[in-house]
């Protein structure tokens, strides 16, 4: 007799194979799963053995932490104070020694909280502006691009700041050649746009005298010159003028270069195509050494100026090219709906199209700033002292000269930098990600 | 009726001049022309004004003036007695060199790199990524400083070497290695190399030919390196080897100023070039390594999956498939960083590598003071390279564009 054997219930799943599940799975699958794979394991441990050890050990193992000078960095055979035999690594207490000039720079001792203010405030500000629930971003952003410079202009410098005659009379032809256009409007059109364009005449104007009167304002403070600023300092002043300043360019010229106008149009293209072909370094040689030559006698810039000026046209080439994509990336029927609504080019653009544009660009505009970050740099060698010329500049201190000196001076430097750029490269991911839910696939 | 409408139409056509959109964009571009004018008259003004009262000549005179200053490397014939025009030559092959040399290595580095990120093995895409972000975000001139002032002060001093095979020396002053001397009949192998490369077109045109006709593979790339590589060798060995190196001289003796390697002897590379070099390939590469993963990945993954449908080799698939398709991603964004890299070759004035920024706009600024005319010249070389550059970048878009009805 057969014996049928009819299962009631299902059997017990069998665990997965060992060599597909937990940590032997995954190294099976992510290291060892053909023979180039283990070869390239092999070779990826090799380089990281070659690289990793040494760092740390320069870094923390070997370093030393606490001294008063360079000679505790040094082996006795050499002079200081370290046991011979004993291998050196990083000197931090250099860094320790130096941290303030990193910072600020030659910037007095007792005028640094002008500094630690203007930061604080724009760290205060910037933060609601960068987090996208906060609400009140448009008073803010005024706020931060509108107030701030000023309030840093007037901080760091110690306000006091006359405007030579030849500015003044520059602001009455403007303010002339504003007038005339409102009554030549008055004159030819209705009644209600008379009142905007003098609403807008008269704000600039407004702006104007409060920007003069504040900053020609006698506070009492010392009045810091700009060769005494140095360090981080300079390195997020001239960045973020930089950006700052080349955003309202970057968006005339974008809008320049899409414009209907021959001579608009060319006018910005050559611009941008100028200042995006040449590298930033003969961009501030000619800063430093032609802007003088084109000035009128007697007017004179600071180098610091000088060279804002030219990062400041630089910049605005890139961001040019920047908001141009954004512009790009709006549809037509969102130019046809504004004009179709009988909205002018200016209201088209500032309340259709530029609003949605700038926001599809926040990204960009991050990179861009990275960008110029890191491009800072390059001031040292005209003569300025950002962060990494602070650096440069300290070695040649014999109080902490060491043979570890200049390699903790730079691994310093870097770890700064990396970190502000990595902070804003992810920033700029996160926004990205951000913008682009809805049209994601 | 009829002319009612038509009067109408007549008043509505009649708008005032003010809001007429071609009047207004004449007024305006008029204004822009007229300020752009005025703008170009008053730098032009100030600019003569200041240089008379500063006593600065002005023209390009100064081009034939003697140097009288030694540039460490040279690429053409070059002595104090040369002119600034020299100079200009001198700065601008070193510049294409450094760009040259640090474009084909950055290509190197990066194609790997941005493969590796994408490997399916974890320790080789974790080392690729921390290399990347890295290097990355660390400002380019602290990199070259780095490698200048850090890396290649810790090799051997002056008057001493570390030496590979006796034949590749390196100290403070650079490495030295054994320099070739072609001698005559030499000019025989060069075209040897020659014939081979366009034996090697021949073949490879055969092949795809056969292939085509039927099926059956060539080696193509193993025949290329016999003929451009192997053809050369059989022959230069046949005519008697008519190449012999020139060793650079080491002196441990005499006079310690004099000792060490001696200038002229042997091939030389300056750390300054090496410092560049370094620095340059490894920065740009980290970008070119997130292009060609991008360029990479926006080849859809149904092309992998019916290449492996269709039974082709991973390497085929890669070298076959993805490749020629993420190109056409791929070659926009890297040509600018090639023009990247060429622009940022002009750090080199922070570490004094006789570039064209360094030497020219540099020394040669400073001897003559004549700002005006070496900042245009320098500027006009980068514009040049660039505006080529994007022409080449028209032309290629248009030949790659997707033709599609």
Not at chain 2, 155 to 159: A, E, G
């Given at each position: 007799m057969v014996q049928n054997y009819v299962r009631t219930k299902m059997s017990p799943d069998m665990a997965p194979p060992a060599t597909e599940t937990g940590i032997i799975g995954w190294v099976m699958k992510n290291l060892l799963s053909s023979w180039l794979s283990v070869v390239l394991t092999v070779f990826g441990a090799y380089v990281i053995y070659l690289i990793v050890p040494g760092v740390v050990e320069f870094a923390i193992v070997n370093a030393i932490w606490v001294g008063k000078d360079g000679l505790d960095c040094r082996s006795i055979a050499d002079g200081g104070r370290v046991q011979d035999g004993q291998a050196i690594g990083a000197c931090w207490p250099y860094v320790q020694a130096y941290f303030s000039q990193f910072i600020y720079g030659r910037y007095p001792l007792e005028e640094r909280w002008r500094v630690d203010i203007a930061m604080f405030v724009g760290v205060v500000s910037l933060i609601p502006l960068l987090i996208p629930t906060i609400p009140y971003k448009r008073e803010n952003a005024i706020f931060l691009l509108g107030v701030y410079p000023f309030l840093v202009t007037i901080l760091l410098t110690g306000g006091n700041i006359g405007i030579g005659n030849g500015a003044w009379g520059f602001l009455a032809i403007l303010m002339v050649l504003g007038v005339g256009f409102v009554v030549f409007q008055a004159k030819t059109t209705q009644s209600i746009q008379i009142s905007s364009g003098l609403k807008i005449v008269a704000a600039i104007g407004v702006a104007i005298a409060i920007v003069y009167l504040a900053l020609g304002f006698d506070y009492g403070m010392l009045d810091v010159e700009t060769p005494l600023w140095g360090g981080l300092l300079v390195t997020l002043v001239v960045a973020i003028t930089g950006i700052v300043a080349s955003f309202p360019i970057g968006i005339i010229l974008a809008l320049g270069r899409r414009s209907e106008m021959p001579v608009a149009r060319l006018v910005s293209v050559i611009f941008i195509e100028f200042w995006r072909g040449v590298p930033l370094i003969t961009v501030l040689f000619m800063s430093s050494v032609m802007l003088p030559l084109f000035l009128p006698e007697g007017v004179q810039f600071d180098k610091l100026l000088r060279v804002l000026i030219g990062v400041t046209l630089f910049s605005a080439a890139y961001m040019a090219e920047t908001v141009r994509g954004g512009l790009q990336a709006i549809s037509r029927g969102q130019y046809e709906g504004a004009m179709a609504l009988g909205l002018s080019f200016w209201q088209m653009m500032g309340l259709i199209i530029l609003p949605q544009a700038l926001k599809l660009v926040i990204p960009g505009i991050v990179n861009a700033f990275i960008g110029l970050f890191k491009d800072t740099t390059l001031v040292l060698i005209v003569g300025l002292f950002d962060l990494l010329g602070q650096v440069q500049a300290s070695f040649t201190d014999p109080v902490w000269s060491s043979p570890a000196t200049s390699h903790t001076g730079y691994l310093f430097a870097a770890m700064v930098f990396w970190v502000f750029c990595f902070g804003m490269s992810r920033y700029s991911i996160f926004m990205e990600n951000l913008l682009h839910r809805g049209h994601k696939r | 009726m009829s002319s009612d409408i038509s009067d109408k139409a007549d008043d509505s056509s009649k708008v005032s001049i003010w809001n007429d959109p071609k009047a207004r964009g004449i007024f305006f571009q008029v204004i822009l022309v007229a300020v752009i004018a005025y703008l170009v008259w008053a730098l032009v003004d100030n600019t003569i004004r200041n240089l008379e009262a500063r006593k600065i000549a002005s023209g390009f005179g100064f081009l034939d003036t003697t140097a009288s200053f030694g540039i460490n490397q040279v690429l053409i014939n070059y002595t104090e007695a040369s002119s600034y025009g020299a100079v200009f030559i001198v700065g601008l092959l070193n510049t294409l060199l450094v760009a040259g040399v640090g474009i084909l290595f950055a290509t190197i580095i990066g194609f790997s790199v941005g493969i590796m990120r994408l490997s399916k093995n974890w320790v080789v895409a974790k080392i690729a990524t921390v290399y990347i972000e890295v290097l990355r975000n660390i400002p380019l001139l602290l990199q070259i400083f780095f490698w200048y002032f850090a890396v290649l002060r810790a090799?051997?001093?002056?008057?001493s070497k570390a030496s590979l095979f006796d034949t590749f020396n390196i100290n403070v002053t650079g490495i030295w290695m054994p320099k070739p001397l072609p001698q005559d009949g030499f000019n025989i192998v060069v075209i040897a190399v020659l014939i081979g490369i366009v034996l090697a077109f021949i073949v490879k045109k055969w092949a795809k030919k056969r292939q085509a006709a039927t099926g059956q593979q060539f080696p193509v790339i193993w025949a290329s390196l016999g003929l451009i590589v192997g053809l050369p060798f059989v022959i230069y060995l046949i005519s008697g080897s008519p190449l012999e190196w020139a060793y650079p001289e080491f002196r441990e003796t005499g006079s310690r100023l004099r000792m060490g390697f001696q200038l002229g002897t042997g091939l030389q590379i300056i750390p300054e070039f090496l410092a560049l070099l370094f620095a340059l390939s490894l920065y740009t590469a980290t970008f070119i390594a997130e292009i060609v993963r991008a360029g990479i990945l926006a080849v859809s993954y149904g092309q992998t999956e019916a290449a492996s449908a269709l039974g082709i080799k991973n390497s085929h698939t890669l070298r076959l498939i993805i490749i020629p398709q993420a190109m056409r991603v791929i070659i926009p964004p890297l040509t600018s960083q090639y023009l990247n890299l060429t622009k940022n070759s002009s750090l080199a004035v922070a570490i004094a590598y006789p570039d064209l920024v360094s030497v020219f706009a540099g020394t040669v600024l400073n001897q003559t003071g004549q700002a005006v005319e070496i900042i245009m010249m320098t500027m006009g070389v980068y514009l040049t390279i660039s505006i080529v550059t994007s022409i080449f970048m028209n032309w290629y878009n248009a030949t790659m564009a997707l033709v599609e009805r």
């Open positions: - | 090799v051997p001093d002056k008057r």
